[in-house]
């Protein structure tokens, strides 16, 4: 079984300061997991993934998230925020030996202001 | 370079009435799934296709739902004789994977189709 958490429905951070996304998942093998955004009436973006390698995977618009197996986390992270930045965040995760269908978080809004 | 498309964007029916949404996935992406997301909710799975086969239909909530795909490609999403319940926003995903080995690539979704039902 795999399953995917997201503690914070909302996160607030001031323009031009660091933002965390939390995310903590479940699995019987090896994650692959997965970063998306949503801006307001639009589908979701892939932002990163991890597969394998290394623990800091860096992707579009200057996000980064580090894989912890120890704390079974995915935290998406971002050096300095924009407004622009402000949208809903999903967290997804696979098991290697699953299925082919991604277990989504519930999302985390993330609000940045100016 | 055309992304996954859905149509119509907006539905508006009434209760009672059957529902066709339509999804025109990545050309060359093998794996099509179906989500709904209602208003302040997360992603709810409802089918994956691989090729024109569904092997899991196990998110369909009711027997009122069905899903189809032609040719490798296009999908529909019917709903029969919608409940006010059904109202959300339909999201289209399509993704590239092998049958066999893994498979770790992401999925491209759509702009989703909202649907009301009055």
């Known amino acids: 079984a795999q399953s995917v958490a997201q503690p914070e429905d909302q996160v607030n951070v001031a323009e031009g300061n660091p933002l965390t996304v939390k995310c903590t998942y479940s699995?019987?093998?090896?994650?692959?997991l997965f970063w998306y955004v949503q801006y307001p009436n639009r589908g979701l973006q892939f932002l990163l993934k991890?597969?394998?390698?290394?623990?800091l995977v860096k992707g579009s618009y200057g996000f980064e998230a580090e894989f912890n197996k120890s704390q079974t986390s995915f935290h998406l992270k971002k050096p300095s925020a924009l407004v622009s930045d402000s949208a809903l965040y999903f967290c997804a995760v696979r098991d290697e030996g699953g299925s082919y269908i991604p277990t989504f978080g519930r999302g985390t809004s993330l609000i940045v202001h100016p | 370079g055309a992304g996954v498309s859905q149509s119509p964007s907006n539905k508006v029916t009434e209760k009672g009435k059957d529902v066709e949404l339509r999804c025109d996935p990545i050309s060359g992406h093998t794996a099509l799934y179906w989500y709904r997301q209602s208003l302040g909710q997360g992603l709810e799975f409802l089918i994956y296709f691989q090729g024109n086969s569904a092997p899991d239909k196990s998110g369909l909530p009711s027997d009122r739902f069905s899903a189809e795909r032609t040719g490798g490609s296009v999908s529909t999403l019917t709903i029969q004789r919608t409940q006010q319940e059904d109202s959300a926003v339909y999201l289209c995903?399509?993704?590239?994977?092998?049958?066999?080995?893994?498979?770790?690539?992401?999925?491209?979704f759509g702009p989703g189709t909202r649907l009301t039902v009055l």
């Open positions: 699995v019987s093998g090896n994650p692959y």
């Open positions: 991890y597969i394998t390698g290394d623990n």
């Open positions: 995903a399509s993704s590239r994977i092998k049958l066999a080995g893994f498979s770790y690539n992401e999925q491209f």
